[in-house]
């Protein structure tokens, strides 16, 4: 089932790391989210302390910027985190080391 909604999936992600708090601890970190066109929104992927909250990217240990159509496309598979930071469609602030962890954080089955 394709991801088409940003909001809805980041109230999904919510869900879904709630239910699995053991591997959102593993995986640890804070992730901002600056998400720009026609869904855009700015949200935190706190998954040291188990939550996703929308409107801030404060705390966060990295922060990414892209376009709905970039996450999407990553949500999708259609294209990989690495290749969009190379295509410089995907930017990063902040600590390095934590986005290696972004397909984990992103994964729409992986929760």
């Known amino acids: 089932m394709a991801v088409e909604n940003v909001k809805q ?3 999904d992600l919510n869900a879904r790391i709630q239910g699995n708090p053991a591997k959102a601890k ?3 970190g804070a992730y901002g989210f600056v998400v720009t066109g026609d869904q ?3 949200y935190l992927v706190d998954l040291n302390n188990v939550a996703v909250q929308e ?3 404060d705390g966060a240990n990295v922060t990414i910027k892209l376009s709905d159509e970039t996450l999407l496309k990553i949500l ?3 294209l990989n985190e690495m290749q969009a930071f190379t295509q410089g469609k995907l930017k990063v602030q ?3 080391m934590a986005a ?3 397909k984990d954080v992103l ?3 992986g929760w």
């Open 9 to 11: 999936y980041f109230d």
């Open 107 to 109: 994964n729409p089955k």
């Open 26 to 28: 593993k995986i640890g």
């Open 76 to 78: 999708n598979r259609e």
């Open 100 to 102: 290696l962890k972004l």
């Open 55 to 57: 409107g801030t990217t």
């Open 94 to 96: 902040g600590n390095p």
């Open 40 to 42: 855009e929104g700015t």
